[in-house]
C-alpha cells in the first residue's frame, strides 16, 4: 500500500512539473530601472495580448503572483528588506485591484490576433532609496503604440511611447 501511496504521489508530482510554458501570441518585455548604481537594480517585465488569457493569473503562460513584494511600513512580514529595486505589473483582479501588495513579473490579456483596441497595464516600482531617477524602456514589435501616464489618468504627465526608446520623470521615484 505504501509503494502504491508513493507510486501515486510521483504521477502526481511529475504530471504537476510536466505542465509547460505557452508563449503568449503577443508578448512585449518592458525593463524598468533606476540609477542608483546598485546590483539587482532592474526588472524585464512582459505584458502583451494572448486568444487564451485571463484578467487573472494565467500559470500556462507563466504568470504567477509574486507574494509581498516589498514591506509596508508599520506592517511586519518576511520580505525583502525595503531598500531594493522591485518592480511589478499589478493585474486588474482579485486580491486587491487597488493595491500593489500582490503583482506579477507577466501580465497578458485576453485578445484574438489581429488585435484592435486598448489595453492597460499598471507597473509598480520601489526604486533603490539612493537612485534619483526610475527610467522605463521598450521596444514595440510592429503596429503596437503606447502611452504612459501617472496614476491620477495623466494629471501630471503623459507621454506617448514610440516604437522603441525610454522614458522618465521625476514623478517616478
Avoid at 530601472?33 to 532592474?42: E, F, K, L, T, V
Avoid at 506579477?104 to 486598448?118: A, E, N
Avoid at 510592429?142 to 506617448?160: K, R
Wanted: charged share 15%.
Amino acid at each position: 500500500m505504501r509503494n502504491l501511496f508513493l507510486s501515486l504521489a510521483f504521477v502526481l508530482s511529475s504530471f504537476l512539473n510536466a505542465q509547460t510554458i505557452q508563449e503568449a501570441d503577443i508578448s512585449i518585455p518592458i525593463l524598468v530601472y533606476d540609477n542608483s548604481g546598485n546590483p539587482n537594480s532592474s526588472r524585464l517585465l512582459y505584458c502583451g495580448i494572448d486568444s487564451l488569457a485571463t484578467d487573472s493569473i494565467d500559470t500556462f503562460l507563466g504568470k504567477y503572483w509574486l507574494y509581498c513584494p516589498w514591506d509596508l511600513p508599520g506592517f511586519e512580514t518576511d520580505c525583502i528588506p525595503y531598500d531594493h529595486f522591485e518592480a511589478v505589473l499589478d493585474p486588474p483582479i482579485e486580491p486587491d485591484p487597488l493595491s500593489f501588495i500582490f503583482g506579477t513579473w507577466k501580465d497578458f490579456r485576453q485578445g484574438v490576433i489581429p488585435y484592435s483596441g486598448i489595453k492597460t497595464y499598471k507597473i509598480a516600482c520601489l526604486a533603490y532609496e539612493a537612485a534619483t531617477a526610475v527610467y522605463i524602456s521598450w521596444d514595440f514589435p510592429e503596429g503596437v503604440s503606447g502611452v504612459i501616464q501617472d496614476g491620477l489618468n495623466g494629471l501630471i504627465f503623459t507621454y506617448q511611447l514610440p516604437d522603441s526608446g525610454s522614458f522618465s520623470h521625476p514623478a517616478l521615484i
